[in-house]
């Protein structure tokens, strides 16, 4: 520290005061403004009233009150040319308060704009109960939600909240175009990778009753329910489903989180394929039985069925 100056050392602690937070710049500003205010009721101390637009003397209050006023509002000085050390005193207290009320209209709005802009990026908690998480993105994601809103049109108040890596402006305004209707249902949109266990706690998997996994990839699968078994503590209600490309990834999957039910997408398609096409009119079933439209699904334990 001995090269450095004692001016260079000032203005570093105030560098790193002023960049802590908010709170702490409008503090910096706060005593800027009582500096000023204290120096201008000096700078008047021998002043007479008269000069100060009173006829009787006043004490050190009026004084205060006299280079707050001219602190705050800028059009107040213009009839304090009685004297020039009154003028001159008015005139700089002026100037120190349109600096002081500059930096805080920037700081606020600076703070503002921080704040919208961090909502757009899809990074602030979500605070829902009982809500359903989707993790991924796709088409698949989509027909998902016009399900779920199916299901959910006999309960008010539903939430669907959404993570992935698609930005949060452009996943909503996809919604908008591909879903006209979300009757009851709303969806909340929050951006991140699916394996980024930070990016995965603002969801509340601790207070959602559903969370449904489309990974791109069966290994982002697995670690998508570690982060989510993770971050459930005790919340032992919390469903789940996913979908694998590989069989043996399903077991996995289903260690990684426990009471899991998986689907193995690829050979489910493929089957279903097979089907359809050898059975003319198979794909009318399929679409009845899968859909949500007068049909639910519910699970229960039947090991005890023989």
């Known amino acids: 520290m001995g090269r450095y100056t004692l001016r260079q050392r000032i203005r570093y602690r105030l560098d790193l005061l002023i960049a802590r937070s908010p709170v702490w710049q409008i503090f910096v500003l706060a005593l800027l403004s009582i500096l000023i205010v204290v120096l ?19 004490g050190l ?35 120190g308060g349109v600096l002081v009320f500059s930096l805080l209209i920037g700081v606020l709005s600076s703070k503002f704009a921080e704040k919208l802009d961090s909502l757009k990026r899809g990074k602030s908690m979500v605070v829902e109960k009982g809500h359903t998480i989707i993790l991924g993105t796709g088409d698949k994601l989509f027909e998902i ?15 669907i909240v959404v993570c992935s890596p698609t930005k949060k402006v452009e996943m909503e305004e996809t919604l908008r175009e591909r879903i006209d209707d979300f009757r009851t249902t709303r969806v909340v949109c929050r ?7 930070d990016a995965l706690r603002i969801l509340g998997f601790d207070a959602a009753s559903s969370v449904i996994v489309l990974g791109r990839s069966d290994e982002e699968t697995v670690k998508a329910l570690l982060a989510a078994e993770s971050l459930r503590h005790d919340n032992h209600d919390l ?19 426990p009471g899991l039910r998986w689907i193995a997408i690829g050979e489910v398609i493929t089957r279903l394929t097979v089907q359809v096409c ?22 229960i334990d039947a090991s005890a069925v023989t």
């Open 40 to 58: 201008g009721t000096i700078s008047i101390s021998s002043a007479a009233p008269e000069s100060l637009g009173v006829e009787e003397r006043n």
């Open 61 to 95: 209050a009026y004084r205060i009150w006299w280079s707050v006023c001219r602190l705050m509002d800028p059009g107040t000085f213009v009839d304090d040319f009685t004297t020039t050390a009154v003028a001159l005193s008015g005139l700089l207290i002026t100037l």
């Open 145 to 159: 939600i016009k399900e779920l809103i199916e299901a959910n049109a006999n309960q008010k108040d539903r939430v």
């Open 191 to 197: 951006r991140g990778r699916l394996t980024d266990i």
């Open 239 to 257: 469903a789940a489903v996913c979908e694998v490309r590989n069989w043996s990834m399903g077991r996995i999957a289903s260690l990684a989180f």
């Open 278 to 299: 050898r059975q003319p009119g198979l794909s009318a079933v399929y679409g009845e039985v899968l859909s949500f439209t007068g049909n639910e699904f519910y699970f």
